[in-house]
């Protein structure tokens, strides 16, 4: 009955900017932790951001610090990634999860995953 689904993926040029969004429905969303991983073909899931359930707290990946921006809207039970400066090393599947875990959120302590969207960036 939980599901999350992504959109906002595409083909960018280095530099430019992508907006992910999440819709989640079936769960009591604003108990959960929200967060985005990524994953590149042959690797396992990288953590990217991630967002308390009141917005209250955010948490982000080195790689990502100060380009990324995590933000959830409760009330539209929805989640966003402003993504800037995109890099060829942001390639990668991206998938919305949800968690009712404290930090740090690792994939084994994810209860559910999106079905992702795609994000390539050239150089």
């Known amino acids: 009955q939980v599901q999350l689904v992504e959109s906002g993926g595409g083909l960018v040029q280095a530099g430019g900017s992508l907006r992910l969004s999440c819709a989640a429905s079936?769960?009591?969303?604003?108990?959960?932790?929200m967060a985005w991983f990524r994953q590149a073909p042959g690797t396992e899931p990288e953590f990217v951001a991630a967002i308390l359930g009141r917005g209250e707290s955010t948490n982000y990946a080195d790689s990502v610090k100060g380009r990324f921006t995590i933000s959830r809207e409760n009330a539209k039970n929805t989640m966003s990634l402003q993504m800037n400066n995109l890099q060829p090393e942001d390639t990668a599947n991206y998938y919305c999860t949800a968690s009712l875990t404290i930090w740090p959120v690792i994939p084994a302590r994810v209860a559910y995953w999106g079905q992702g969207t795609q994000v390539t960036v050239s150089s």
């Open positions: 079936g769960l009591a969303f604003s108990k959960h932790i």
